[in-house]
């Protein structure tokens, strides 16, 4: 549901190899399709050894005037500072992507920008980012910037290393100097690679879509998957509310495979007094 953990996991193989020394780019989307919910650059060991394209200079949080500031409000519009260079020898199309997470590691949005850069220059942009809902969660929030050759739905793969920065939500504002670059994740097994974080109950409900890509040693791998984000709209109209109680109360009783019908909300196999719990919690959620 909502307001759950999302696991994502999987392995790299070439050959029947697991590969230590690959990076796997991750995008997921929100069910509408138009839009995306993350962008990460995930590793599955150790750091490729060839260095990559582009590389990023900085990376922090400002104002719309491009002064470093640390701290946004509820429903403020963030702005982000990303220089980064191409080392490549040629001129490069690339996809510069932003992905933040408040204190609860809950997704609160991402945004891209698209251009080409010569080779041997330096790029820079101050990207606004519009997703600091009024219902973010305060405290330490994070952002994580990638440059990709296309969007990983398209088949694109990672042109640099992941960046991070932090910054705070809250009701006031200050000013801080820039952070430096946040290290790329690291899966736990070699071979392998892992992110979790939270889709909040106040976005949409449906199912999100996993796009992930690696290239390795000239050759390109793709997969696609999808998760399924519920609330207790059981009628399907977009919002919870007394007529969802309706249903699970006129289903009290039946029983069959977990999930079988809506009214099965904690997918036991059986329509209960705990469905009816879970329907009161999601009253009043309306889709976004």
């Not at 759950?4 to 230590?20: E, K, Q, R």
């Not at 990559?52 to 500072?81: H, I």
């Not at 969007?151 to 290393?161: D, Q, Y």
Request: net charge positive.
């Amino acid at each position: 549901m909502l307001g759950n953990n999302v696991m994502i996991y999987g392995y790299l193989f070439n050959d029947s190899y697991s590969v230590a020394d690959g990076i796997i780019n991750l995008q997921v989307d929100y069910p509408n399709g138009t839009w995306q919910a993350v962008f990460r650059t995930l590793s599955t060991g150790t750091l490729p050894a060839q260095p990559p394209a582009f590389q990023f200079l900085y990376l922090y949080p400002c104002s719309e005037s491009g002064a470093p500031k640390n701290s946004f409000r509820r429903g403020e519009t963030a702005y982000f500072n990303v220089t980064f260079r191409n080392n490549n020898s040629t001129k490069i199309t690339y996809y510069t992507t932003l992905t933040c997470f408040d204190s609860t590691n809950s997704v609160l949005d991402s945004s891209y920008v698209s251009a080409s850069l010569n080779a041997n220059t330096i790029a820079s942009w101050r990207i606004p980012f519009y997703g600091i809902k009024e219902k973010a969660n305060t405290g330490r929030a994070i952002v994580y910037a990638n440059i990709f050759s296309k969007l990983p739905k398209n088949g694109g793969t990672a042109l640099a290393l992941e960046a991070s920065a932090t910054f705070n939500i809250t009701s006031t504002t200050s000013l801080m100097t820039p952070p430096s670059q946040g290290p790329t994740q690291q899966a736990q097994t070699p071979g392998t690679f892992a992110t979790n974080f939270t889709i909040p109950k106040f976005q949409y409900q449906g199912n999100y879509t996993i796009y992930t890509t690696s290239r390795y040693k000239g050759l390109t791998a793709t997969a696609r998957t999808w998760i399924m984000m519920r609330t207790a709209d059981v009628n399907h109209d977009n919002r919870v509310n007394v007529l969802d109680l309706i249903i699970v109360a006129s289903n009290i009783g039946k029983t069959g495979s977990p999930g079988w019908i809506p009214s099965d909300l904690n997918r036991d196999g059986k329509v209960n007094v705990l469905d009816l719990i879970i329907v009161s919690i999601w009253i009043g959620w309306v889709s976004p």
